[in-house]
């Protein structure tokens, strides 16, 4: 049920650090493109600080907050007070979004169907006429919910990392699909579509790529960065320079945003007011 429109609602991000986090500038937009009235405040909470996080998310419990966003390090941290994980949370073993719901307090994940509308815009038409394999770079938090929402759209996937034993833990813990894990040199490389879920590339080291110098990328490969500071990573200009299409992780950070935000108010921004609000 919709709120009034003089709802106040309160809504916020708990995380360590959050300095750069552009989440209040998209959900400030999303509430004045609403026509709602409300705040987003950040709770920035040292890793280890357990008792401030609870006390924290019982304010959530008693509506004092409407709406929580979690990012790292506390994706995990919250799972023990949630009174339920929605599915795509508990395979993922993640929760980025907190809300109430029939008085229990609840854990969801928004990464996960965030990234896969954005790669779904970013492709557009050629989806239909691609096989459908991808190789993910990286094997932490991001990962799973980036390997959940491929093998969720029937994507065959490939976990890369530098660290095969991370890579085989997050491959094992998808116990109804096959997934394959490597190291990162793609050669062969029968791969439509390559993500980086690695920090690799991010502000201020964005000399930095995931993969090798110059190592030539899969023909026709779509390139999608998760890393969105800068606005273009070196692994976006390298793949550019190769002729392919690549994107950073710009769009799904508006794209889960909105919708953590649609599941607190029962409203659905539009993209193009929020994707305005963080390129200014």
């Known amino acids: 049920m919709k709120q009034p429109l003089t709802f106040d ?64 390090p506390h994706k995990q941290n919250v799972i023990e007070f949630m009174d339920e994980l929605t599915p795509a949370a508990r395979a993922i073993g993640a929760v980025n979004t907190v809300y109430m719901r029939g008085g229990k307090l609840i854990g969801d994940n928004t990464d996960a169907p965030g990234f896969l509308s954005d790669l779904k815009r970013a492709i557009g038409n050629r989806e239909s006429g691609i096989e459908k394999a991808a190789i993910v770079l990286g094997a932490g938090g991001s990962a799973r919910a980036v390997v959940y929402a491929l093998l969720n759209d029937d994507w065959s996937v490939t976990i890369a990392a530098r660290r095969l034993e991370q890579a085989k833990q997050l491959a094992d813990s998808f116990t109804n ?9 793609l050669q062969p490389s029968p791969f439509s579509l390559i993500v980086n879920t690695t920090p690799l590339g991010m502000t201020p080291n964005i000399d930095q790529s995931p993969l090798p110098e110059k190592l030539p990328l899969p023909a026709n490969a779509f390139v999608y960065d998760l890393v969105y500071n800068p606005r273009e990573t070196k692994l976006v200009r ?41 390129v200014e």
């Not at 769009?251 to 539009?270: C, K, V, Y």
């Open 238 to 278: 390298d793949a550019r320079a190769q002729g392919l299409r690549a994107t950073t992780g710009l769009g799904m950070l508006i794209e889960q945003a909105a919708r953590s935000f649609d599941l607190w108010t029962d409203h659905n921004p539009p993209r193009d007011v929020l994707y305005a609000s963080v």
């Open 9 to 72: 609602f309160r809504l916020g991000l708990v995380g360590y650090p959050l300095g750069h986090s552009l989440s209040p500038k998209i959900h400030a937009a999303a509430l004045r493109a609403s026509g709602l009235q409300g705040t987003y405040s950040l709770f920035p909470l040292h890793p280890e600080d357990k008792q401030a996080l609870q006390d924290l998310l019982a304010r959530v419990r008693a509506g004092g907050i409407h709406g929580l966003n979690v990012t790292i």
């Open 177 to 185: 699909y096959e997934l394959r894990i490597m190291t990162f040199d």
